[in-house]
Structure formats: structure tokens, C-alpha cells
């Protein structure tokens, strides 16, 4: 199914930042999202996640289909990196983790408790629990973050395989994952407004 998104107004803590933005993404296509900071990438991406509304436009092929990795890891400090990877597991009704010990190396580590990681480790484990989720549509916002030359190239290896499947990518990124992608610069469909209110739409900033 199409992931698609049409005419679509987004903002940020009330004000518009981006306005007249339309993309489709098929099942086994990549798209990569450029601008520069403050262009609109991560609000772009919060809203195909379903985490704010658009103002104006409509989004279809979303739905409980992604799977969306953002900033920050989301990891559990206390359970192991073995246990973080169960426990999204099984929220999505499965117990198997090889798959995703394997696509990042982690296999030393799964002992090791996620708090105690570094941020690079930590951002693998993060990126891990995509391929345990089994959803079709993968949102990922600056994904390479800490990531050295090695795990960049696992990530860029999990993309492929993901795409293979059937899957689909959806990736705001700065540098070049060596990806056969369309890349769409947001740039052109920033909002025209100067006023700020200073206001956040964000309950933990
Ligand atoms: N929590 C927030 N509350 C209010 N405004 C925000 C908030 N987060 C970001 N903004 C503003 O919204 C606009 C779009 O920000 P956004 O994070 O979507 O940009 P981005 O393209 O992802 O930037 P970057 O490349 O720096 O990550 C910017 O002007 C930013 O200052």
C-alpha cells in the first residue's frame, strides 16, 4: 500500500512551517527528506507518525503501518539490550529477536543493560527494534546520529533488506547513505511567516 500525502500544512508550537507539501511513497521505495535545521524535516515526520495533525491536507496508507524512530532512542535503562528488544517484541505479538541482534552486531551487547551503552551502541539498539516491529513504513528522523562508518553501513544494510521486503523508508537525513533513493528537498514549501509566539506543542521539551 501507498503511504501518500497531499497539500498537506503542518506546524510547530502554532506556527506554520511548512505549507503545500506532497509526496507518495510505494512499498519497496525509499524517499529522503532534506533542508536545512529548522525547515520542517522532524515536523513533517511527527505528523506522518500520527503524533500532531496537520492544519490543512490528508495523509492515507499511514494508519498502524510505521514504525517511527525519532531523536531520541526511547530505550529502557534498565532492562538489557536482549530485554528491550523482547519487550517491543512482544508488544507487537512475537518473541524473536535474532533478526535484529544480527542486522546490528549486537549479540555482545545483550547482556549488557541499556543505560549502560554508548551512544552510538544505544542508537543501534534503537534502530534494532524497527526490525522487530514489522511494519511496512519506516519513519526515521536523522537515523545516522552517532552511528561510526561501520554502523552506518549496517543501517544503510537494513534499509535495503527492508526495502527487498517490501517495505518502504521514509528518512530525514544530512548525509549520503549510498541508498537508491528519490531525494525531495523541502525547502520550497516552507511557510512564509515571521511571527512566533514562543509557544511549544511538546509536553517534555
Ligand atoms: N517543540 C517545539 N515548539 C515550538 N516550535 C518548535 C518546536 N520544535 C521545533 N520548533 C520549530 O519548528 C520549526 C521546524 O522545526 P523542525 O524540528 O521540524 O525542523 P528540522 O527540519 O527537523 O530541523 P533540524 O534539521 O534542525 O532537526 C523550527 O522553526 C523550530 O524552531
Not at 513533517?44 to 496537520?54: F, H, S, V
Not at 534498565?78 to 535484529?100: C, K, P, Q, Y
Not at 534494532?128 to 511496512?136: E, F
Request: overall charge neutral.
Amino acid at each position: 500500500m501507498t503511504l501518500s500525502a497531499t497539500n498537506l500544512t503542518l506546524a510547530r508550537g502554532g506556527v506554520p512551517v511548512l505549507t503545500g507539501f506532497s509526496f507518495t511513497l510505494a512499498p519497496g521505495a525509499a524517499l529522503i527528506l532534506r533542508g536545512p535545521n529548522g525547515a520542517g524535516k522532524t515536523t513533517l515526520l511527527r505528523t506522518i507518525a500520527g503524533l500532531q495533525p496537520a492544519l490543512e491536507g490528508e495523509i492515507t496508507g499511514a494508519e498502524d503501518r510505521i514504525a517511527y524512530a525519532a531523536h531520541a532512542d526511547g530505550l529502557k535503562a534498565m532492562l538489557s539490550v536482549s530485554e528491550n528488544l523482547t519487550f517491543w517484541a512482544r508488544v507487537f505479538g512475537h518473541d524473536d529477536i535474532t533478526a535484529a541482534l544480527d542486522a546490528y552486531r549486537l549479540h555482545p551487547l545483550a547482556d549488557r543493560l541499556a543505560g549502560t551503552l554508548s551512544a552510538g551502541q544505544k542508537r543501534r539498539l534503537g534502530l534494532s527494534r524497527l526490525l522487530v516491529t514489522g511494519c511496512p513504513v519506516w519513519v526515521l528522523d536523522e537515523p545516522t546520529v552517532s552511528l561510526d562508518t561501520e554502523a552506518v553501513g549496517m543501517f544503510a544494510a537494513a534499509v535495503r533488506a527492508h526495502l527487498g521486503r517490501g517495505g518502504s523508508a521514509l528518512i530525514a537525513t544530512h548525509i549520503d547513505l549510498g541508498l537508491e533513493a528519490e531525494v525531495l528537498d523541502i525547502t520550497p514549501f516552507r511557510a512564509k511567516t515571521t511571527a512566533r509566539v514562543g509557544a511549544s506543542d511538546e509536553a517534555f521539551l
